[in-house]
């Protein structure tokens, strides 16, 4: 549905985003993530149409990105949405219909079938004495009238309370299930993981991980091991070489009437019950920790970068070190170019 090869945006010397190159499949949820100016929404401008590339190939919905034709199978959800204050939800999202050039019954027929579904009263309310939640509903809702095959969300539950956001991650979920393909940037993770199928990780301009969210953990994420006993375990010398050979040496906290030994292997794990038992106590629980896509993400970001004043593509993962399940490799408001 989605296909980006060698996607570059410049802006004099400095390069937005360098030789991007992913594609997202019918019904999928794909995720973009980075933190800020690593070049999301430059990413996603161009995917809608609003930012011309400066080399590489887009296609959506199996147009070129610049053709105003794409505009009208893709719907666009940009972090800062401004509606127009004066008018009611069913008066914008008609005015909206019609930009689309939807029949009028059919415009009614799907308005308030998305507002239902998304939850939204007061549909004749002046949008200027609406809550931040409620304009957001709005928001999506626009970007749902002319029945696109994609959806690019920018932020799309960002500042709201955390049931407006359960609803709009789980509206997301069922976007997906009715086979939309979706994709979806958000600074929160949990929202990223909770929805996503595959996601791309993006830090000064480049992609930097990519995959599943549990394969971008599996590959750059290390599980822990947690192990609780009611003493301390003696620092023996078969503690001190797990610890040579397997990572960072064992870490022990007193957690209430508990000590947690924290250790990367479960070769370590055993060391520890052994010098635990030498101690004369014993391990009353063992917990697993796998790593948040958070944590796989700072670590990620953490690292040494090329720059982003060359033209490059030092940084860029080549295709062998991509996870099993990859498959690739202003109208803000949200105006079709063309429309009447």
Same mark, same amino acid.
């Given at each position: 549905?989605?296909?980006?090869?060698?996607?570059?945006?410049?802006?004099?010397?400095?390069?937005?985003?360098?030789?991007?190159?992913?594609?997202?499949?019918?019904?999928?949820?794909?995720?973009?993530?980075? *933190?800020?100016?690593?070049?999301?929404?430059?990413?996603?401008?161009?995917?809608?149409?609003?930012?011309?590339?400066?080399?590489?190939?887009?296609?959506?919905?199996?147009?070129?990105?610049?053709? *105003?034709?794409?505009?009208?199978?893709?719907?666009?959800?940009?972090?800062?949405? $401004?509606?127009?204050? =004066?008018?009611? $939800?069913?008066?914008?999202?008609?005015?909206?219909?019609?930009?689309?050039?939807?029949?009028?019954?059919?415009?009614?027929?799907?308005?308030?079938?998305?507002?239902?579904?998304?939850?939204?009263?007061?549909?004749?309310?002046?949008?200027?004495?609406?809550?931040?939640?409620?304009?957001?509903?709005?928001?999506?809702?626009?970007?749902?009238?002319? +029945?696109?095959?994609?959806?690019?969300?920018?932020? #799309?539950?960002?500042?709201?309370? #955390?049931?407006?956001?359960?609803?709009?991650?789980?509206?997301?979920?069922?976007?997906?299930?009715?086979?939309?393909?979706?994709?979806?940037?958000?600074?929160?993770?949990?929202?990223?993981?909770?929805?996503?199928?595959?996601?791309?990780?993006?830090? =000064?301009?480049?992609?930097?991980?990519?995959?599943?969210?549990?394969?971008?953990?599996?590959?750059?994420? =290390?599980?822990?091991?947690?192990?609780?006993?009611?003493?301390?375990?003696?620092?023996?010398?078969?503690?001190?070489?797990?610890?040579?050979? +397997?990572?960072?040496?064992?870490?022990?906290? =007193?957690?209430?009437?508990?000590?947690?030994?924290?250790? $990367?292997?479960?070769?370590?794990?055993?060391?520890?019950?052994?010098?635990?038992?030498?101690?004369?106590?014993?391990?009353?629980?063992?917990?697993?920790?796998? #790593?948040?896509?958070?944590?796989?993400?700072?670590?990620?970001?953490?690292? $040494?970068? #090329?720059?982003?004043?060359?033209?490059?593509?030092?940084?860029?993962?080549?295709?062998?070190?991509?996870? +099993?399940?990859?498959? +690739?490799?202003?109208?803000?408001?949200?105006? *079709?170019?063309?429309?009447?």
């Amino acid at each position: 549905m989605i296909e980006v090869a060698g996607l570059r945006k410049t802006y004099g010397n400095f390069a937005a985003v360098v030789d991007s190159t992913f594609s997202v499949g019918e019904g999928e949820v794909f995720g973009i993530v980075g *933190p800020n100016g690593a070049g999301k929404t430059t990413t996603l401008k161009v995917l809608s149409g609003l930012v011309e590339p400066t080399a590489g190939e887009v296609t959506v919905a199996g147009f070129d990105s610049g053709n *105003p034709e794409m505009r009208h199978r893709l719907g666009f959800l940009p972090e800062e949405s $401004p509606l127009y204050e =004066e008018m009611t $939800p069913r008066s914008y999202l008609r005015f909206f219909a019609d930009l689309y050039d939807v029949p009028s019954d059919v415009a009614d027929d799907r308005i308030e079938a998305t507002l239902d579904r998304l939850r939204l009263d007061h549909r004749e309310r002046r949008l200027g004495d609406m809550s931040k939640g409620m304009k957001r509903k709005v928001a999506i809702a626009r970007s749902l009238v002319n +029945d696109p095959d994609v959806l690019v969300y920018d932020e #799309p539950a960002s500042g709201l309370d #955390p049931v407006t956001t359960d609803s709009v991650l789980q509206f997301t979920r069922e976007l997906r299930d009715a086979g939309k393909t979706v994709v979806f940037s958000a600074h929160n993770l949990y929202h990223v993981e909770s929805v996503c199928d595959r996601v791309v990780v993006m830090n =000064e301009g480049r992609i930097v991980a990519r995959g599943s969210v549990d394969g971008i953990r599996e590959r750059h994420g =290390e599980t822990t091991y947690h192990v609780f006993s009611d003493v301390a375990p003696n620092r023996t010398d078969a503690l001190a070489d797990i610890a040579d050979a +397997d990572g960072p040496a064992a870490r022990t906290e =007193e957690v209430g009437d508990r000590f947690r030994t924290a250790v $990367p292997t479960m070769t370590a794990v055993e060391a520890v019950r052994e010098a635990v038992t030498a101690a004369g106590g014993e391990v009353v629980d063992i917990r697993t920790r796998e #790593p948040s896509l958070e944590d796989v993400f700072l670590d990620i970001v953490g690292r $040494p970068m #090329p720059g982003r004043y060359t033209a490059g593509t030092d940084g860029v993962p080549s295709d062998d070190e991509s996870t +099993d399940d990859e498959t +690739d490799g202003g109208r803000v408001s949200g105006e *079709p170019e063309g429309a009447k």
